[in-house]
Nanobody, 124 residues
Framework: QVNLAESGGGSVQPGDSLRLSCTASGGTFSAYPVGWFRQAPGKAREFVAAISWSGSSTYYADTVKGRFTISRDNAKNTVYLQMNSLKPEDTAVYYC?????????????????WGQGTQVTVSS
């Protein structure tokens, strides 16, 4: 069993930056691919970014490519999401998730462990 906890959310203005952290306890987190997802009110949960267990491969939704960067520090059991040039449409609850399989997926249903989420609000 892996427990995930997100942190780093907040309220910012358009163009600002935030760094989210996803810290794990229990299990073998360093062996799992990890994804970031987000869900805005009234919308389905959507893929944001994912990273392989080693950190050598990363994947991004087109909407965040070039603005967001996912990375991980397995020694700290933590995955990060650096978010730059934030836009109002980035407003959502952001979740991290870990996948017990080796493959990196973009569909929420493929992930086995989820955090509780952290709110990101971008508004002027």
């Amino acid at each position: 069993q892996v427990n995930l906890a997100e942190s780093g959310g907040g309220s910012v203005q358009p163009g600002d930056s935030l760094r989210l952290s996803c810290t794990a306890s229990g299990g073998t987190f360093s062996a799992y691919p990890v994804g970031w997802f987000r869900q805005a009110p009234g919308k389905a949960r959507e893929f944001v970014a994912a990273i392989s267990w080693s950190g050598s491969s990363t994947y991004y939704a087109d909407t965040v490519k070039g603005r967001f960067t996912i990375s991980r520090d397995n020694a700290k059991n933590t995955v990060y999401l650096q978010m730059n040039s934030l836009k109002p449409e980035d407003t959502a609850v952001y979740y991290c998730a870990a996948d017990r399989s080796i493959a990196v997926h973009t569909e929420p249903v493929e992930y086995d462990y989820w955090g509780q989420g952290t709110q990101v609000t971008v508004s002027s």
